[in-house]
């Protein structure tokens, strides 16, 4: 069994809809989670970064962590087609060590 | 451009052959981090380094593969003897060990095999 666990999709949702994104994980010593966005060919970008369980806002992303659930989540509001990609969880068990990657979940958001 | 960089961006190799990756990481971080990616995975976790000391090597990375940051700047990822596995994405990601984990990435190397 993966350590981190990611529906790959593919996710195609219509312009303007609420995006829910989300991973499990079955170690309970993650304490950091992060949200990376991969265009086609491209290296991951940061999107989020949270520590421990809660929720953190910016912008039209808001990502949720629930550490009793080992379960994170990532909502994108009012998406747009740009926001068409692969969005990757990672967490990671101390700072600055290995992260440990979901599969990824393909998202096309149609105009 | 201040982020991570990574040259080159694509390397076409026959098997066999000897290849050398790149990255600078941004300038202030003092962690550097080597990942792989295949087609429809996450990254995988190769090697990561604080300044120029190799703190941690995945089981994923063979004895063909070797990774040096000397002087705690820029990093070298060697790949020797390739074969047709080794066919994949690699990235390079930097962090400051300071409080926050946030690792940015670079655009990576693809590397294929022929």
């Known amino acids: 069994q993966k350590e981190v666990e990611q529906d790959p999709g593919p996710l195609s949702v219509p312009e303007g809809a609420i995006v829910s994104l989300n991973c499990t994980y079955s170690n309970s010593a993650f304490q950091y989670f992060m949200w990376y966005r991969q265009y086609s060919r491209k290296g991951p970008e940061l999107l989020m970064y949270?520590?421990?369980?809660g929720n953190k806002e910016d912008g039209r992303f808001t990502a949720q962590v629930d550490k009793s659930s080992k379960y994170i989540s990532l909502f994108i509001r009012d998406s747009q087609p740009s926001d068409s990609a692969t969005y990757l969880c990672a967490m990671s068990k101390n700072t600055g060590n290995q992260f440990y990657f979901g599969t990824g979940t393909s998202l096309t958001v149609i105009p | 451009d201040t982020g991570v960089s990574q040259n080159p961006r694509h390397k076409i190799t026959k098997r066999g052959q000897n290849v050398t990756f790149r990255c600078d990481p941004i300038?202030?971080?003092?962690?550097l981090y080597w990942y792989r990616q295949t087609l429809g995975q996450g990254p995988e976790f190769l090697t990561y380094?604080?300044?120029?000391?190799?703190?941690?090597k995945s089981r994923l990375l063979s004895d063909r593969f070797s990774a040096e940051r000397p002087k705690g700047s820029f990093s070298t990822l060697e790949i020797q003897r390739t074969e047709q596995g080794d066919s994949a994405m690699y990235l390079c990601?930097?962090?400051?060990?300071?409080?926050?984990?946030?690792?940015?990435f670079g655009q990576g190397t693809r590397l294929t095999v022929v």
């Open positions: 380094f604080q300044n120029e000391a190799q703190l941690e």
């Open positions: 990601a930097s962090s400051l060990f300071s409080g926050g984990t946030e690792a940015f």
């Open positions: 300038s202030e971080h003092n962690r």
């Open positions: 949270t520590y421990s369980s």
